[in-house]
């Protein structure tokens, strides 16, 4: 599966972006997907997943009640709606994909066989 990401830009502190991820070649359903992002010096973080299995969503901590993530099966999309941003969230932000990823695993960026190219998320304060 080939994925594209999109939708990053610059923002001022509390506002919000949608970032999407297109995939291509096959579809979402019965892959885990996901979001991560990488801030400059600093090791890839995830940001927000749904599972494989059951379709939950689940997210970091820092981004917890600002962020949301949405798949769209008819699509084929990924959606990450993020709101209220802060200056911390700057980063280039990765959709992943996997099919046989286990929830428990989906934290971990190593586990995903699939990513998109990443696209930069610039916040201003």
């Known amino acids: 599966v080939q994925l594209q990401a999109s939708g990053g830009g610059l923002v001022q502190a509390g506002g919000s972006l949608r970032l999407s991820c297109a995939a291509s070649?096959?579809?979402?359903?019965?892959?885990?997907v996901a979001w991560f992002r990488q801030a400059p010096g600093k090791e890839r973080e995830f940001v927000a997943g749904v599972t494989r299995t059951h379709g939950g969503t689940f997210y970091a901590d820092s981004v917890r009640g600002r962020f949301a993530i949405s798949l769209n099966n008819a699509k084929n999309t990924v959606y990450l709606q993020m709101n209220s941003l802060k200056p911390e969230d700057t980063a280039v932000y990765y959709c992943?994909?996997?099919?046989?990823?286990?929830?428990?695993?989906?934290?971990?960026?190593?586990?995903?066989?699939?990513w998109g190219q990443g696209t930069q998320v610039t916040v201003s304060s």
């Open positions: 070649g096959r579809t979402f359903r019965s892959y885990a």
């Open positions: 992943a994909a996997d099919p046989a990823i286990i929830t428990s695993s989906q934290t971990v960026a190593d586990h995903y066989d699939y």
